[in-house]
């Protein structure tokens, strides 16, 4: 009977033991599987950091021939510039980014011919509107018309404002600059051949600051909005029938504060769902407000296209998006009743609704504890 019962313990054990292999099995051939995927998709590099940062051309490298034409009409060619360093910049002026560092390259452009260095830049648009900008900005510098078609092979697939520094032969001279942090501090290295360590990417250029001057870290551009319980920024600015809205006239409503652009494509495809959360909740202390940038015609357009029935505001150029931190999109941001931002920004028509969900919910709980 003991011989029995052992057996049959040792049977209970052995399946048990079996079961838990089994199972272990079953887990580390999931791993495999989905370590295989992983390689197969390219998502999750050994390092990381190898696919964080752009590398350009390498040091060296002869930048392709071109010739375009400048805000005169006249056609100049890299070849013309040859004897000097180049500092040649990706540009659009309807970049909140470039048009943010567009001031700071120009009070260097005086210290960068001092060092035989010419800035250049290669931008879009028309010479009228260009022309407008390069005034305001005080912009001395050449200013080349590009498209997408004839854009140079260097700059393709690139953002803007991003740069490289060409030696007095036309070839690669430094690191690639990507961004407008990068810009500016390749800038500041050309304009001055004083010392201290200044990082572009993953290299390093040697400088020194000027008397005066800020550090790179306290200069740089917000570009990831404003973090919450940072009070959001106060505005009066006019809507498409030329009356002023502000900020300030919606203290104790929540406000979605929308930023668009009647040429963004995923704007036009958020805008039927804004239709829809202001024909909801417009009247449950959810208030809906949209910045617009570019011509009044074109947004005013878009505004009937979608049927738009809440406030629709302009501002100049990107002037209220720098004051907010985020040059994107279609971006968002949920404003407290007391004027604070609620939650961090919200980029996309994914995010926006997300965003937009949650502000309904807090205003429903506030209505409920209202009645209650």
Known sequence: MIDILLLLILISIWIGLYALAKQ???ILLRLDQIEESAKVAGTGPENP????EPHGLPLKTHFPAFKFPDLTGR???????????VLLVHWNFECGFCESIARELGHLDTSLQERNVQLVLLTYGDSGSNQEQVSEYELKCPVLLINDENMPAPFANQGTPVAYLLDEQGQVAG????GADRVVALAQHCATREFGTLEVGKHQIQRRRLPGERPLSASRIEREGLKVGTRAPAFRLPDLQGRMVSLEEYRGRQVLLVFSDPHCRPCDELAPHLVRLHRSHSNNGLALILVGRGDREENRRKAEQHGFQFPIV????????????????PVAFLIREDGVIAKEVAVGTDAILALARNGVGQSEEGSHERVA
């Open 24 to 26: 272990q099995g079953r």
């Open 49 to 52: 950091s190898d696919q964080t």
């Open 75 to 85: 056609t100049v060619a890299l070849e013309d510039f040859r004897g000097k360093r």
């Open 175 to 178: 690191p690639f600059a990507s």
């Open 314 to 329: 302009f501002q100049e150029k990107w002037k209220l998006s720098k004051e907010y931190g985020i040059f994107e999109t």
